[in-house]
């Protein structure tokens, strides 16, 4: 989005949580409770990195707000550009290697990623939950435990920063105004909607996986 865009966008109201749910592929990602806080969100922009390590940015620049001290979120995705000794014949380009969240800095009871219950035990303990908030989080936890879903993941995550950056931002007019048919079907055939919220699908109530492996790490 050109900086006049961005510019006539910081003035109107709920710009970004409308064009957020008006794309297929973050929808899905938003929760009712996350609405109050992409209300304060006043810019998306990306930017590109320098070698050595390529990639690019996403920068989500939010007005203060009652929910975290942060005025920036960043996610990092890294790339390498240029092959190791053991992938030296089947590199075929720039390669993702890692996705680098931000560790959100919530006020006191506001983190909507997580939530305090009681166990079998009458002990109390922090359980995530589901937010588009824990699109920050670049989910060390699967690395721990197994690197096959550790590399979907990554894969799934790329693809959904790749998508905000050349998509959404670059249309966020044409998506605020209902104009934009959201070209994603070409994104979907290789990565489902319900695979798109459950790359960042933190609820350990309803995900035995996610608890099973929270416990593991």
């Given at each position: ?133 824990s699109f920050f989080n670049p989910k060390k936890l699967y690395e721990k435990t197994d690197p096959e879903l550790s590399a979907q993941f990554l ?63």
């Open positions: 989005m050109g900086d006049d865009a961005a510019d006539q966008a910081r003035g109107v109201p709920d710009f970004w949580l409308t064009v957020f749910s008006m794309t297929q592929v973050l929808q899905v990602m938003i929760q009712e409770k996350d609405e109050a806080v992409l209300r304060r969100l006043v810019d998306v922009r990306a930017e590109v990195r320098k070698e050595p390590e390529a990639g690019f940015d996403l920068l989500f620049e939010f007005e203060p707000n009652e929910f975290f001290n942060d005025r920036i979120l960043k996610k990092s995705y890294l790339m390498k550009c240029c092959p190791t000794e053991d992938k030296m014949f089947a590199f075929d380009g720039f390669e993702i290697y890692n996705t680098v969240g931000q560790e959100i800095q919530w006020k006191e009871g506001a983190d909507l990623t997580t939530k305090m219950v009681m166990d079998e035990d009458g002990q109390r303990r922090e359980l995530m939950v589901n937010s588009f908030f894969e799934m995550d790329f693809e959904i920063g790749h998508y905000i950056k050349e998509r959404v931002i670059p249309r966020a007019v044409s998506f605020f105004l209902g104009e934009n048919d959201d070209d994603v079907e070409d994104f979907l055939d290789s990565l489902e909607e319900e695979a798109v919220c459950g790359v960042y699908s933190m609820d350990e109530e309803r995900d035995p996986k996610m608890a099973e492996l929270k416990e593991e790490a």
